[in-house]
């Protein structure tokens, strides 16, 4: 139950969080109410040689498997960490019983062997004798009856005897009760027959070519029938097909169906899937939530979950009520328990299989962006609640942003990272010696880590009503700007010259060709980190510097170009130009982005904010079909009435719970529509959920279909889920909680 409490206590603290006080505008807001967050909860089966065939959980909860080394039950588990399918010796008799099928009846747990159908429930009284030693299937029909079979012959029982038996066409595959009509149905390979209790007839009701499993839907009104290539369904009083075979699926060799809930739910021999009510599927699939993605079998679990037993084990997938504020409440335990590195925001790498106890923190080229991205988040929180603990977040990741500066001899220069000397280093070349002996620092930084740098400092700078952190960011931000200024508008390193992307002077920039992204976004980030500059700093230099590149130099011209113009440089272009365009750069995606708050919300001049603002809304045009979270909460800070509210609102839904760098495949699948390959890489013609999808920060591509590690590292939440969770707060186009 540790999982039940600590959402549920999450859900309570999250209530405590207050709103500032936002002046009243005429966007959109989304009312923080409760909704379903899904998540998997994984049991693996002790005994690798142990063949799984059912699962069923009864009106206690409680949850048997049944497999080829008996009866199975599920110990310890719980979100993130694996539980194991023991030995169920709880009623130590049922080991002796040779039971070859398990199912439920009345919501209680019931078994079938070599003699009988019986149970543990009901005083142990039901104890149903039958004649077919072989028997492996069977329903339960009214007043504790039961059909039966050995995959040819049916024996009838009730009142504790076979009260009519018989034989059938093919193999029996499954049988289903109808309660509606008191009727037994009967699915083989190529047909389904009936059995009614009351004239004792068997008789054909539909064909049902190349099934391999079925079940009752509709309230018995129909039988959806599954086969190795998709499924149909057939009215369950006529046997007519309804419809053609719908073979748009995730994956089209189905291997159980299930209602469940009022849903349909198909096991496949790729993963498990749920279909809408839009007609369109929620896809399990992938050790995010299931141990293998060959299904067996599913059922109804206790309180509204799903029991998806698998070849490797048993999922089970949990749907909570939950507010945004709550899983920001979990979100923020998973980032300062396994995510802060001296202050930094990062990585847990070298997991083993998605153990979180094998993992390490390990040092990144982004220190300082991944870092920007979660420091903002906490400033925006911090002025949304006055969270003390947030704040504290603040000063603790603006120690470590502060050292980057001093750690290395370069005035105003940031480095990539830092870490303590001895530690094996991964690129050596790239690694320094600090003049404290005990550390090393890393350089080459780029232009990402810059702006990055600018977005937090100036955020901080604003919204943070504490003097020490306010002085320490503007410091950074003179510091690494007049440093810029100094060098020529570029980043120099220790050895003098520049690094290879920390590059915005004219020489550089304006040699690219106008249609080439580098030009237009090293245009757009530079006016950006000096209008922010200028505007906590007041030092006229940077503002000089801004006006002179943008009127001498085109700087406004290249920010101001439509996107729809950016793309691959001529045959007739450099090479380097050639290099940087040949397909779209989502990692200048999240440049753009964080470059927008400085070069609006600080911009010169109301003229220029309403240019800027177009620039902004002509790039999170073409950005839409991502339904990307964070571009369209920082779209709204332009205080634009459409931003895609409900998209970003459902990133930040579908953003699983589970952050663990899971492999997924869904270039294969039968249910997405593939389209033609382009320069912005959109591979499909709507993009898959978050949860669907590997695990990616915001410079991610989110059409990408396949990828991840095979569990072997956890992202951090602060940059991907709480930044634009918490500037959606502070913004005010997502309330506080709501609980009604």
Known sequence: MKHYLFFSLAIVLALFACDSKKEATDQ???????????????????????????????????????????LLHPYAGELLYPGTLVSDDTYRPMTDKKISSLGIYQHQLVYLDDKAVLSNAWAGELYSR????????????????????????????????????????????????????????????????????????????????????????????????????????IDASTGEQRGVVNTKLPWTEITVVREIAGKLWFGSTRGAFMLREDGKFNYYASKRWLLSDDVKHISEGEGGSVLVLTGAGLGRIEFRPM?????????????????????????LAGMTDGNLGTGH???????????????????????????????????????????????????????????????????????????????????????????????????????????????????LIDSLMQHVIDNDLYLVDWDGKPTLWGKW?????????????????????????????????????????????????????????PMKEIGRAAADADDWSKMLSEGWNHSDDEMYFLGYWG???????DTLREKFKEAILDHWEIERPEKEGAWNIFTALTGVKNFDLNEAVWYLQEYPMDLINWTVHNSDRKDIELI????????????????????SRHNANRFTLNGGNNGTSENS???????????????????????R
């Not at 909860?41 to 080394?69: C, H, M, P, T, W």
């Not at 920039?509 to 530079?526: E, F, L, M, T």
């Open 28 to 70: 959109p807001v989304y009312s923080d109410v409760l909704y379903q967050q899904d998540y998997s909860i994984k049991y693996a089966v002790s005994d690798s040689e142990a063949a799984l065939y059912k699962v069923f959980s009864d009106r206690n909860g409680v949850i048997q498997v049944l497999s080829s080394k008996g």
């Open 130 to 233: 039958h004649g077919l030693p072989g028997a492996k299937i069977f329903a339960g029909g009214k007043d504790f009856s039961f059909l039966i079979s050995d995959g040819r012959s049916l024996q009838y029982l009730k009142d504790n005897q076979v009260d009519w038996e018989g034989k059938i066409s093919g193999e029996v595959l499954d049988i289903q009760y109808g309660e509606e009509k008191n009727t037994f149905y009967i699915l083989t390979a190529s047909e389904v027959q009936t059995f009614s209790p009351g004239d004792k007839q068997l008789t054909v009701l539909g064909k049902a070519e190349g099934a391999t499993c079925f079940t009752l839907s509709k309230e018995g009104k129909e039988l959806v029938v599954g086969t190795g290539n998709g499924y149909f369904v």
């Open 323 to 347: 507010t945004l504020a709550a899983k920001a409440a979990f979100y923020d335990k998973q980032v300062r328990q396994r995510h802060i590195r001296n202050g930094f925001n990062a990585t």
């Open 361 to 475: 923190m390990e040092d990144s080229d982004n220190d300082g962006l991944w870092t920007s991205m979660y420091l903002g988040a906490e400033a925006f929180r911090y002025a949304v609640t006055k969270s003390p603990e947030a704040l504290q977040n603040c000063r603790e990741s603006l120690e470590a942003m502060e050292r980057l500066y001093s750690v290395n001899p370069v005035k105003g220069f940031p480095a990539r990272s830092y870490e303590r000397r001895g530690y094996k280093l991964h690129d050596p070349d790239r690694w320094r010696p600090a003049d404290n002996p005990e550390w090393d620092w890393k350089s080459t930084t780029s232009s990402d880590e810059a702006i990055g740098h600018i977005f937090v400092f100036g955020v901080l700078a604003e919204l943070v009503d504490d003097e020490a952190i306010k002085t320490k960011a503007i410091g």
């Open 505 to 561: 002077h004219p020489d550089y920039v304006n040699a690219r060709p106008k249609n080439v992204g580098d030009r237009k976004i090293n245009s757009s980030n530079i006016i950006a980190m000096l209008q922010t500059a200028y505007h906590f700093t007041g030092k006229e230099v940077f503002k000089d510097k801004a006006f002179e590149l943008m009127n001498e130099y085109g700087y406004l011209e290249n920010l101001m170009r």
């Open 599 to 605: 070069l609006y919300r600080y911009a010169f001049n």
């Open 676 to 695: 033609e390959p382009n320069f912005r890489e959109q591979t499909t013609k709507e993009v898959l959920p978050p949860d669907e999808l590997k695990i």
């Open 717 to 739: 939440a602060g940059d991907i889920w709480l930044l634009p969770y918490w500037m959606g707060r502070y913004l005010g186009v997502i309330s506080e909680p709501q609980m």
